[in-house]
């Protein structure tokens, strides 16, 4: 399974953007897809997750972000609105057919990642 992540861009604080995730060598509706993100100097954290435990998100990013799945296209979207600079990381999609809802957060339980994509959010 590979994943390809892409989207993220130079936006204002306010604005809007859209990352996608498209997974080849598999079928995206049987996997969950993770949403992480490393900011410099932090450790990489989630930020949201689609699949059989339906959407979860990180509080901080309740209400503006929204995860969804399009099974036609194999491609897992992240729609950011109302971003901040807080916002501002590297953004990776990760894929797993194993987890259980106790470990959606955690990095271990995700075994396919892709390559990243950049996110800057200016004040």
């Known amino acids: 399974v590979q994943l390809q992540a892409s989207g993220g861009g130079l936006a204002q604080a306010g604005t809007s953007l859209r990352l996608s995730c498209v997974v080849s060598g598999g079928t995206v509706r049987t996997y969950t897809i993770g949403w992480f993100r490393q900011a410099p100097g932090k450790e990489r954290e989630f930020v949201a997750s689609?699949?059989?435990?339906?959407?979860n998100y990180k509080d901080s990013v309740k209400g503006r972000f929204s995860i969804s799945r399009d099974n036609a296209e194999n491609t897992v979207h992240l729609q950011m609105n109302s971003l901040k600079p807080e916002d501002t990381a590297v953004y990776y999609c990760?894929?797993?057919?194993?987890?259980?809802?106790?470990?959606?957060?955690?990095?271990?339980?995700?075994?396919?990642w892709g390559q990243g994509t950049q996110v800057t959010v200016s004040s």
């Open positions: 990760a894929a797993s057919q194993r987890l259980i809802y106790s470990t959606l957060a955690d990095l271990s339980a995700y075994d396919y």
């Open positions: 689609v699949g059989r435990h339906g959407t």
